[in-house]
């Protein structure tokens, strides 16, 4: 049995295969007529085996890797879900009359074009219909239960954009189906050219419309977004001969400028762009001095 003893210490260097031939040969024979040592190497490969597995896991950083990849893209989604969420929070919360109300304007614009075969009625309705829409979606005058709105966690310029989104992106629909209706008349290149005579403007205007609601008052800035957004259709020529201005080429080249300036479609948009800031920045001041003052 002295054996014995002597083969369990060269147990675990049998099991990592470091034992000369002679003494392997000797343990191996041993083993046959030892149970005790037989199951003793069965525990020594299980632990080898254990440290082995333990090792793998500690070099796959690939593993790390792609669970952290998965989970920044869980979060990615998460952002996209939950602005989605606070969109729809708001829907219920924008004025109700403003979704037959638009539906109705321009389905009234619709109707005009069709009957004086005046396709421009419609391009001078759109943008004028989507403002009014926007001048009321925030403040306390258009909504009563915006103080409780503002005591929720949400910021007010997230609010702000929340609504802004609904209502623009309603009144953009709509004016999309009333210029699309427009192809049972004219043809689909004289239909795009409608919907880019009116997208600009639209865009611009309801970024205007928005911040002066914000900055002055809803009714101030309907009013000045209408005379500004109108302007650009009065007779110059006219004009000029009625009223014998004196400057008559400088008033003409003054309008002409003017009307220029609403067909510009990327100055619009980025003009809208920098608006809708602005109009972030005044929705969170005037939240803020509303929960002050609440
Ligand atoms: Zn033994």
């Given at each position: 049995?002295?054996?014995?003893?002597?083969?369990?210490?060269?147990?675990?260097?049998?099991?990592?295969?470091?034992?000369?031939?002679?003494?392997?040969?000797?343990?191996?024979?041993?083993?046959?007529?030892?149970?005790?040592?037989?199951?003793?190497?069965?525990?020594?490969?299980?632990?080898?085996?254990?440290?082995?597995?333990?090792?793998?896991?500690?070099?796959?950083?690939?593993?790390?890797?792609?669970?952290?990849?998965?989970?920044?893209?869980?979060?990615?989604?998460?952002?996209?879900?939950?602005?989605?969420?606070?969109?729809?929070?708001?829907?219920?919360?924008?004025?109700?009359?403003?979704?037959?109300?638009?539906?109705?304007?321009?389905?009234?614009?619709?109707?005009?074009?069709?009957?004086?075969?005046?396709?421009?009625?419609?391009?001078?309705?759109?943008?004028?219909?989507?403002?009014?829409?926007?001048?009321?979606?925030?403040?306390?005058?258009?909504?009563?239960?915006?103080?409780?709105?503002?005591?929720?966690?949400?910021?007010?310029?997230?609010?702000?954009?929340?609504?802004?989104?609904i209502v623009?992106g309603y009144n953009?629909v709509l004016?999309?189906?009333?210029?699309?209706?427009?192809?049972?008349?004219?043809?689909?290149?004289?239909?795009?050219?409608?919907?880019?005579?009116?997208?600009?403007?639209?865009?611009?205007?309801?970024?205007?419309?928005?911040?002066?609601?914000?900055?002055?008052?809803?009714?101030?800035?309907?009013?000045?977004?209408?005379?500004?957004?109108?302007?650009?259709?009065?007779?110059?020529?006219?004009?000029?001969?009625?009223?014998?201005?004196?400057?008559?080429?400088?008033?003409?080249?003054?309008?002409?400028?003017?009307?220029?300036?609403?067909?510009?479609?990327?100055?619009?948009?980025?003009?809208?762009?920098?608006?809708?800031?602005?109009?972030?920045?005044?929705?969170?001041?005037?939240?803020?001095?509303?929960?002050?003052?609440?």
């Amino acid at each position: 049995m002295g054996d014995h003893s002597q083969y369990i210490e060269s147990l675990p260097l049998f099991v990592s295969g470091t034992l000369d031939d002679a003494q392997r040969r000797a343990l191996e024979n041993h083993l046959t007529h030892c149970s005790a040592c037989r199951s003793e190497v069965a525990l020594w490969r299980q632990v080898a085996y254990q440290v082995a597995d333990a090792n793998r896991n500690l070099d796959a950083p690939s593993i790390a890797v792609e669970r952290a990849l998965a989970e920044i893209r869980g979060r990615r989604k998460n952002i996209v879900w939950r602005a989605f969420e606070l969109v729809r929070a708001q829907v219920p919360l924008v004025r109700g009359e403003m979704w037959p109300s638009s539906a109705a304007v321009m389905a009234i614009g619709v109707i005009i074009a069709t009957i004086v075969k005046e396709v421009t009625i419609l391009q001078m309705l759109a943008p004028m219909v989507a403002a009014a829409s926007v001048a009321v979606i925030y403040g306390p005058e258009n909504d009563p239960a915006l103080e409780l709105t503002l005591a929720t966690a949400t910021s007010p310029w997230k609010i702000l954009l929340a609504r802004l989104t609904i209502v623009f992106g309603y009144n953009l629909v709509l004016a999309l189906a009333a210029s699309g209706g427009m192809l049972l008349f004219l043809p689909a290149n004289l239909v795009a050219s409608l919907i880019v005579g009116w997208f600009g403007p639209m865009t611009f205007l309801c970024a205007a419309a928005l911040v002066l609601a914000l900055w002055v008052n809803t009714g101030n800035a309907i009013a000045v977004t209408y005379v500004a957004w109108l302007a650009q259709f009065l007779p110059g020529q006219e004009i000029a001969t009625d009223f014998r201005l004196g400057g008559m080429s400088l008033f003409i080249a003054f309008l002409n400028a003017y009307r220029q300036f609403w067909s510009s479609p990327p100055v619009l948009v980025a003009l809208a762009v920098g608006l809708v800031v602005i109009a972030g920045w005044l929705g969170g001041r005037q939240g803020q001095r509303l929960t002050r003052a609440a």
